[in-house]
């Protein structure tokens, strides 16, 4: 054993001689005099690596913003610099403000967060029933209602908040109600409506006055059209045509529909207010945003994200608040929330028990840098061992890229080669109609088709039979393939698309837009037809053309083409007229099990 003691004695002298130990001494003494010296450094590095054109960075500590500072641009083909007031889209770091702002009417006394959302919004549905009657704010706000995303319903879509709102009683859960955690935009779509209804202001007006305004957060705003307006804003990028393939600028994203779920839009330092007072527990300068009691309600575990364990990110179980991720980071108690919309990418974290706030806000698409940003500096800060998180992060992405062209490699070679659709392309050209999920339109552009979703424009290319690949998203790359599906008569009637795992089938249905047809256009159908000894009448009711077969109901005619008609009630049946001369000599029901012409008497 002293002989033992004596080599130990021997070696710790060798390494830690008077002059290693002052070394030492000095380079921790360097870097807690200024331990932004050396995050810049990697910052930058981890930028050029990443492909990220501009990053903004803010810390607080201690009731205090410690630093804040822009890398990069904010546009790129005129190298104009981040500054720490240069503006970022934080999209989903935006659910934060809107379940903090449903806690506020909480403490009002306008709502109870356990009690049932329809008590607040008697019209609220969802396609569980049991779910739609017993879903509270709470249940809302930590993505549990047995939904999946649905983000296609929103995502280039036309429609405001309202319709939106209405077309969630139209989505197929795939897990049952509180199963399990599920993230969910349209969960804090109904939190803004919520807010709307109670509060007598749009979420936008809520969220300004009550939040933003007591924080002086004065330029942080609600749309990327009143982002553009200020004098410092980020401009949107992308990869070029794959991860890490160059760089290209996007065009803004408007989201202000789904805004309460991820439409803010703020800077490095005004977002340093909100996370101060986040820390503070509800508290700033002399004013009380949130009570103890309701902050709280903020941060307290929800639901289950996962379960899994991965030394190599030193991370405990991820559980989720009331729009908050929850974990035990290295020992450390975090909060945390990332955000990504179009051309933006941001994470902000919250250290409460070491009172410490990070926020890394990016002008760059689904990019993974906030989250190596963010665990570099609390690492740093936290006199946590070093960890190359760049370097780590983009093993994982190289690999993960890897095995997506791997999977997609698959799927290309499960097409059955040689093959052709059953009809001519001609007959594929047309609108679709799904409820909930919009317009799926077929168009024509020389001898190839393309598309349009809601309003994002598609390239449509067959894949086989009478299966097509569509690019619906060029922000992401994102490919889905849609079958065409034909009618007992051989005409294409309606397309069925893998718009969201863990459901069935979006199935949209082939519709003709109606005519303007005035009275006087359909007075010349007006009489009666003889269909084999049974007289058939059409009359007309106001400025609508109505058609009687003897023992069944009247049925509405809507006008597809000038001598074409839909019956409105009966799907696949139509009633197409014949002229001669000038007058209407026929009328032929055109239906699935075939057709049959009447003679006008």
Known sequence: MKILSFIL?????????????FAQ????????????????????????????????????????????KGFGYKDVEKKTPVSANTQFAIGSCTKAFTSFGVCQLAQE??????????????????????????????????????????????????RNREELYQAIRLFEPNVSFRQQWQYNNFMFLTAGY????????????????????????KESNFSVKDMQKSADYAFPYGWKDKPLGGVKKL????????????????SPNEMAKWVTMLLRKGKYEGQTLLSP?????????????????????????????LGWFITDYRGHLRHEHGGNIDGFSANVALYPRDSLGIIVLTNMNGTG????????VADKLLGLPMVDWSDKQLTALKKALKVGEEAAQKVQDSRKKDTKPSHPMADYIGKYKNEAYGIFEIKASGDTLTGKFNELELGISHYHYDVFSAQLDKANDQTINFAVLSNLRGDVEALEIELQAGVKPIRFERFNEAL??????????????????????????????????????????????????????????????AEENGKVVSATFDQPNGKFTAKRK
Not at 56 to 62: K, P, W, Y
Not at 194 to 217: D, F, H, N, R, V
Not at 251 to 266: E, K, L, T, Y
């Open 25 to 68: 001494k000095k380079a921790k003494a360097a870097v807690a005099a200024d331990p932004f010296k050396d995050i810049e450094t990697y910052i930058e590095k981890a930028r050029n690596d990443w492909q990220v054109p501009g990053v903004g960075l803010a810390v607080v500590r201690n009731g205090q913003v410690i630093y804040a």
């Open 293 to 321: 009691e309701l902050h709280k309600e903020l941060f307290k575990p929800r639901s289950i994200v996962s379960t899994e364990l991965d030394s190599s990110y030193y991370t405990f179980h991820n559980l989720y608040g």
């Open 109 to 158: 006394g306008k709502l109870n967060l356990g009690s049932p959302l329809k008590t607040y919004l008697p019209d609220f549905k969802l396609q569980d029933e049991y779910a739609g009657e017993k879903l509270t704010p709470i249940d809302m706000l930590s993505h549990v209602s047995g939904l999946p995303r649905h983000d296609l319903v929103w995502y280039g879509s036309t």
């Open 194 to 217: 919520l807010i709307e209804k109670l509060s007598g202001q749009p979420w936008e007006a809520y969220t300004k006055a009550k939040i933003l305004a007591p924080l002086g957060m």
């Open 369 to 376: 840098l906030p989250g190596v940003v963010r665990n570099y």
């Open 516 to 577: 303007k047809a005035t009275q006087d256009d359909l007075q010349k159908f007006v009489g009666e037809y003889d269909l084999m000894g049974t007289s058939i009448k059409c009359f007309l009711k106001g400025d609508v053309l109505f058609v009687n077969v003897p023992g069944q109901p009247d049925y509405e005619l809507v006008p597809i083409t000038p001598l074409k008609f839909d019956l409105k009630v009966l799907k696949g049946y139509q009633l197409v007229f």
């Open 9 to 21: 004695l021997l070696l710790c002298n060798l390494v830690f001689t008077p002059s290693a130990l």
């Open 251 to 266: 065009d803004f994203r408007n989201i202000d529909a789904i805004g309460p779920a991820g439409s803010i839009n703020s």
